[in-house]
């Protein structure tokens, strides 16, 4: 399995043939969002490219969960994952991966999941002022059971989403078992 970060340009390579038997192609995003002025945004359209581009190429979706710990896929499959669970998620990436019957994991940082507030963390508290504001709110738990209910993967992204390598062991281990009680 090898990790890939969508372009903002909307190119993905073809890996295809590098691999006997399954091809798993592991796309890893944060935002997609016309608007947001972040490195970890990809606008909706090319959002779009990527993923009917793999559809083209034979690539079937599957959850990450499934990815890694389900049995060895055949075939080409594509796990398309969404850190911090943005609202832009479900507004611009849930309609493409539906259109193209492929299922997404999202992560959320549980505590802000329902804060109403922009999430924000060491790295992009820059992002949280001004039109970029709305742009870094969470979906909500709604939204995220939605999700769910469409055969999406919901799993633990921590609860404050703190810089692990910093935490001591007892918030480390809160921030992990936590997250995944709520979730």
């Known amino acids: 399995m090898r990790p890939y970060r969508g372009s903002p340009q909307g190119e ?41 581009s793999l559809a083209r190429r034979g690539y079937r979706g599957i959850t990450f969960r ?11 499959v594509v796990a398309v994952t969404f850190d911090d669970a943005y609202r832009s998620v479900l507004e611009h990436a ?18 802000l999941v329902d804060s109403g507030e ?15 504001a709305e742009e870094m709110t ?20 921590t609860c404050r989403h703190p810089w692990l390598p910093d935490c001591a062991d007892d918030r480390l281990r809160d921030e992990l078992q936590r997250s995944r009680g709520t979730i």
């Open 12 to 52: 993905v390579p073809d890996p295809a043939g590098q691999r006997s038997g399954s091809d798993v192609l592991v796309l890893c995003y944060h935002s997609i969002s016309p608007a947001l002025p972040a490195r970890f945004n990809v606008t909706p359209q090319a959002f779009e490219r990527q993923v009917r």
């Open 66 to 76: 499934d990815a890694v710990l389900g049995p060895r896929p055949s075939g080409r």
């Open 94 to 111: 849930f309609p493409v991966l539906a259109d193209v019957g492929m299922p997404g994991s999202v992560y959320p940082v549980t505590d």
């Open 118 to 132: 922009p999430m924000s963390w060491p790295g992009v508290e820059a992002l949280v002022v001004g039109s970029a």
């Open 138 to 157: 969470g979906m909500g738990w709604s939204g995220l059971r939605r999700l769910a209910d469409a055969g999406w993967e919901v799993g633990s992204h």
